[in-house]
């Protein structure tokens, strides 16, 4: 009995610590720094949360021996060959604990936590959008406070409006595929306080006028509507994803499609065509083992002489998912990474026939990933990584775990 106890409060310990990670999230940047150590506020709470767990006995590790082995082994083998071949030791290793290693420890640490309490599913995915919330009031102060950037976007802590949007939408379509319409009406404080929430995560969006994360969320829900609810959707979420298009084209305004028209050479299109000639060029001088995880600034500035002039100068990301992966982790990453996404929504078929709703959920975020990572890097940031890493975890748990299924569906 004593024993039971024991493992019972630190169980308890675990889920909290799970929970905070998720809504806080969003600030990472607070950074701690001793000599050489850096890490910032969200990397010392997953690895406070390691040590709890760690030290419990009853931890499980079906997960390590699942068939996402094979892929995260290699993105990891690419992301240390590529740190060998490029000798970016501090920096490189540095992106490898923060944005690899700690994501992934987290997510299974969830995933034991998960099979202990089914309840912290819904409870994760509720700390994530009441993060999102958070966040998105302060972005209300800043807004009535003027605080934007030159050309009037949104950007609160976050070094760009772009990287405002690529947390929020995420946070967006877990409150948006969890909201139920049908009960707005009732007498249900949840349902209200869901909806207000949702409400100020989508006028931020709003305020960040990012053109990449408004389109990419706009085909992530047409490809729901088609292929996922086509027979449900019509008779409830029709006219918001009809609204959620006309506000699309409404943000990006005229300006916008014009400068794709005209491809405007100071446009922001223009920007990322030379941005990605100059990823590929990087390419196709090393091919296999890329230039390194967080050398792309300084290389971007190297091959300047190749695209006079730049339009942009500070570019820490090649703006593209996949440009990313093969530049920071090497021919082996990019391939790793494929090979992942190859068996999400291969087991996402299975995920979705379980258990509707959840997941949707999953295709929906990861689609959203994907897309986005056409004109922007999705993934190469702490609470992306994260919540990455977190719906991969989802996906499995769903396939795995048919009892859950059953009772939930």
Not at 74 to 93: M, P
Not at 144 to 153: E, N
């Amino acid at each position: 009995m004593k024993n039971d106890k024991i493992n019972f409060k630190s169980f308890n310990v675990e889920i909290f610590l799970i929970l905070t990670i998720l809504f806080l999230l969003p600030f990472y940047f607070i950074k701690f720094k001793y000599s050489w150590i850096s890490l910032n506020l969200v990397e010392v709470l997953i690895s406070l949360l390691f040590l709890f767990w760690f030290f419990n006995k009853e931890k499980k590790f079906s997960i390590l021996n699942s068939q996402f082995s094979i892929p995260v082994s290699l993105i990891f083998t690419g992301l240390f060959l590529s740190i060998i071949a490029n000798k970016n030791y501090y920096v490189g290793l540095g992106i490898i604990k923060g944005w690899f290693l700690l994501p992934i420890i987290f997510s299974v640490i969830f995933y034991d936590s998960l099979e202990k309490n089914e309840k912290l599913l819904d409870w994760s995915l509720a700390a994530l959008f009441f993060g999102g919330a958070l966040v998105s009031i302060e972005g209300i102060y800043y807004w009535f406070s003027g605080l934007l950037t030159f050309d009037g976007r949104l950007d609160i802590f976050y070094d760009s409006p772009n990287q405002l949007a690529m947390y929020l939408a995420p946070v967006f379509l877990i409150g948006f595929l969890r909201f139920d319409l049908s009960n707005l009406l009732r007498s249900n404080l949840r349902i209200r306080l869901h909806a207000i929430c949702l409400l100020l995560i989508t006028f931020n969006l709003y305020l960040t006028k990012s053109y990449g994360a408004w389109l990419a969320i706009s085909l992530t829900l047409v490809a729901i509507f088609c292929l996922k609810y086509r027979k449900i959707w019509p008779k409830k979420y029709f006219f918001i994803v009809l609204i959620i298009f006309v506000a699309f084209v409404t943000i990006t305004g005229f300006e916008k499609f014009e400068n794709i028209k005209n491809l405007g050479e100071r446009s922001s299109l223009a920007s990322r065509i030379m941005i990605w000639k100059s990823a590929v060029l990087m390419i196709k001088s090393n091919p296999l083992f890329g230039i390194g995880p967080g050398s792309f600034q300084s290389k971007y500035l190297e091959y300047q002489k190749y695209f006079p002039p730049y339009l942009e100068w500070a570019v820490p990301q090649p703006h593209n998912l996949y440009l990313a992966f093969w530049l920071e982790s090497g021919i082996i990453g990019l391939t790793g990474f494929i090979w992942l996404m190859i068996l999400f929504f291969r087991d996402n078929k299975r995920a979705i026939k379980n258990n509707r709703s959840y997941g949707t959920l999953c295709f929906a975020i990861i689609l959203y990933f994907l897309i986005h990572g056409l004109v922007d890097t999705t993934y190469w940031r702490n609470d992306m990584a994260v919540v990455f890493w977190i719906v991969i975890t989802i996906n499995f748990y769903l396939v795995e775990k048919p009892l859950f299924l059953r009772k939930n569906t």
